[in-house]
């Protein structure tokens, strides 16, 4: 499941790329300040390969990362209950579950960028004057899930059976 996931946020975000590739006007806000309000511009051309590159790094690094659980050393890894995940005979399901981890943090990762492409494309293509308060809840709704994945994670995933 983590896999496909991962799979369909990596589409979504390329999907979003595509689209915003179609959608926006040639001179477009590159870069948003604090009050939401643009304070740099640049090309579309500019704008569409620096969000598909950005959005191709994260897949190769989570799908790196996600490789990489498979043969990092545990003396490396930091979880709960380190010993009973350690012994020889849950060393398996250890990796299992952090590979799994590593992919749901890269799906709702690649899903926040896909977002936040389409919600900037929407506001180049409006008035370019304000980005919408909804990057606003995007943004601390992806927090507030990360932050409820590793306190689940810490509390309840790695607990010994």
Do not use: E, K
């Not at 499941?1 to 799979?7: D, Q, T, V």
């Amino acid at each position: 499941m983590p896999r496909l996931a991962f799979l369909v946020s990596a589409l979504a975000h390329a999907a979003a790329v595509a689209w915003s590739a179609a959608v926006l006007p040639d001179r477009v806000p590159t870069h948003w300040g604090a009050d939401l309000r643009p304070d740099a511009w640049g090309s579309r051309a500019g704008l569409v390969t620096a969000a598909a590159l950005g959005g191709a790094a994260l897949a190769a690094l989570f799908t790196g990362l996600a490789a990489l659980v498979r043969r990092i050393p545990l003396t490396y890894v930091n979880v709960p209950h380190t010993d009973h995940w350690t012994s020889a005979a849950n060393v398996p399901a250890l990796r299992t579950r952090l590979r799994s981890d590593v992919l749901w943090i890269g799906a709702a990762t690649l899903l926040l960028l896909a977002g936040l492409t389409v919600l900037s494309t929407q506001a180049a293509r409006s008035d370019g004057q304000r980005l919408p308060w909804t990057f606003v809840v995007l943004l601390l709704g992806y927090l507030v899930a990360l932050a409820g994945r590793c306190g689940w994670m810490y509390r309840v995933r790695y607990r010994p059976d």
